[in-house]
């Protein structure tokens, strides 16, 4: 059944396939959190607007586990749109070099391997989202107390390791980008205290990293490049940025974790990365941070922060409220160190676990699908993964435990400056871009199912994946039988 002469190119997309397509809904209207305008921003920057990001490496697991995302009207939704449509401009993504036990066993928190960050990536330029892409290093979680070498390179010389760096970073970009993500920055190393891949002299590690570096500058010079600490009361950032400046590494960004209940004042934060910028002319950034929004747990799985946690500083209520304040604070200390202060990124607002489980079906998911911090084949790497586990981050989640977001996701649309997104302009479901939908369009379509090719025009359910459920909305809109 030919339907040509339908629409043309030039009509947005919400015209064409109204079940299926954009509906331009803008579902922002709650005013949380103030405004944080960046007064004196880069506007070299990604493209004039601030960073606006999240991390949300686990999301493919927790999908796979059955959790489900809705939108502000309580409609099913895609998130990367509801991320979009909240503000949100920037999505990073942890990457591992073999988080598995060679036998066919993940270790789970969320299976970051190369392909997961290539379908994250790819999902989040469908919303012209822009990707950081967090190169760990590691064959799972790398952070100051832990960064241990990839099992392939645990015998390795330095020498011999700055070699396999630059090779890997080489592979993850190109894999990355072959996808259809839009890299616009690359961490080489993740909370890396003194201490990165094993190695634990700053000297020797801006030897590794100055290899990292060159592969990104090699893949692509737009590619910003940033090098992540965590915790700016510790006192050491501005020794790690003069040694990384004596040995004259080339990278862009300064960035750092900031979990508020445990690294100090924002106005410290400030201080420390003015310095920094300052001196060196660097950017800085928020690399992670998060707040609870309730003391509940949502996956039988102790959580990592609540309101009776020894030793975290609670400031801001826990509530949405308080959370949305805390994260504007957040991006205000990065506006305050002035031009250099490109924004933050918000840790795992979207790690949560399906509801209506028991603890037996919960262990089994973290197991098989990795949708948990760590799965019970993780040991042998990571001594302290003793036991599977899953979300210690759902009460610091911006989506409350059934997947619908929460108020403070509103935040993200109140950093500025900010650019209104330009209309989508392309036609869902016409595959080879001729302007009309017909059978050749299917035909493709199949044949890009086939082959596991993504086109994105094609993709009539707008999951970032080309499949079955992709052939049948395009089977029956060519038969008519579309739904209004
Ligand atoms: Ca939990």
Redesign the pocket.
């Known amino acids: 059944m030919k339907v040509s002469g339908l629409v043309s190119l030039a009509v947005s997309a919400c015209l064409c396939i109204g079940a299926y397509a954009f509906d331009n809904q803008i579902s922002v209207n709650a005013e949380v959190g103030r405004k944080v305008s960046f007064d004196s921003f880069d506007m070299s920057v990604n493209g004039g607007e601030v960073i606006r990001g999240v991390d949300v490496s686990s999301v493919i697991a927790v999908e796979k586990s059955g959790v489900k995302f809705y939108n502000d009207k309580g409609k099913e939704q895609d998130i990367f749109r509801t991320l979009s449509e909240h503000g949100v401009n920037y999505i990073r993504v942890r990457v591992w070099n073999e988080p598995n036990d060679g036998n066919g066993h993940s270790y789970g928190g969320g299976n970051n391997d190369v392909e997961t960050a290539a379908l994250i990536g790819r999902r989040a330029a469908e919303y012209g989202m822009k990707l950081l892409v967090d190169i760990q290093y590691s064959d799972f979680w790398a952070d100051p107390a832990k960064q241990t070498r990839p099992k392939y390179w645990s015998k390795h010389s330095n020498d011999v390791l700055a070699g396999e760096i630059y090779k890997w970073t080489s592979w993850v970009l190109e894999s990355v980008a072959k996808a259809g993500g839009e890299i616009g920055m690359v961490q080489v190393g993740n909370e890396t205290n003194c201490f990165f891949c094993g190695e634990k002299d700053m000297y020797e590690i801006c030897r590794l990293f100055a290899s990292g570096n060159k592969a990104v500058r090699d893949f692509d010079k737009n590619i910003l490049i940033a090098h992540h600490f965590a915790n700016p009361s510790t006192g050491y950032y501005a020794w790690y940025a003069k040694v990384m400046n004596e040995c004259r590494l080339d990278y862009d960004v300064f960035a750092t974790s900031y979990y508020p209940y445990w690294h100090g004042t924002t106005e410290n934060m400030t201080a420390v990365l003015k310095d920094i910028a300052d001196k060196y002319g660097k950017y800085v950034m928020v690399a992670e941070t998060a707040y609870p929004y309730t003391d509940k747990?949502?996956?039988?799985?102790?959580?990592a922060v609540t309101s009776m946690s020894s030793g975290a500083v609670l400031n801001y209520d826990i509530s949405p409220k308080g959370q949305a304040e805390c994260i504007a604070d957040v991006f205000q200390a990065v506006a305050n160190v002035g031009p250099k202060g490109i924004g933050a990124f918000y840790w795992e607002p979207a790690w949560l676990?399906p509801q209506n489980m028991s603890y037996e079906q919960r262990r089994q998911q973290w197991n098989t699908l990795g949708s948990g911090w760590a799965t019970d084949f993780a040991k042998d790497y990571d001594r302290d993964a003793v036991s599977c586990g899953?979300?210690?981050?759902?009460?610091q989640a911006l989506f409350d435990f059934s997947g619908k977001p929460l108020e403070s996701l509103d935040v993200f649309s109140n950093i500025f400056p900010r650019k209104e997104k330009e209309e989508e302009n392309y036609l869902i479901g016409d595959t080879d871009e001729n302007g009309i939908i017909n059978v050749l369009d299917m035909v493709m379509l199949r044949n890009a199912v086939i082959r596991n090719d993504y086109i994105r025009n094609a993709d009539m359910d707008s999951d970032g994946r080309l499949g079955v459920s992709d052939l049948v909305i395009m089977q029956n809109f060519l038969l008519g039988r579309t739904k209004e």
Not at 297 to 303: A, Q, R, T
């Open positions: 747990d949502g996956d039988n799985f102790g959580n676990g899953g979300s210690s981050y759902d009460n």
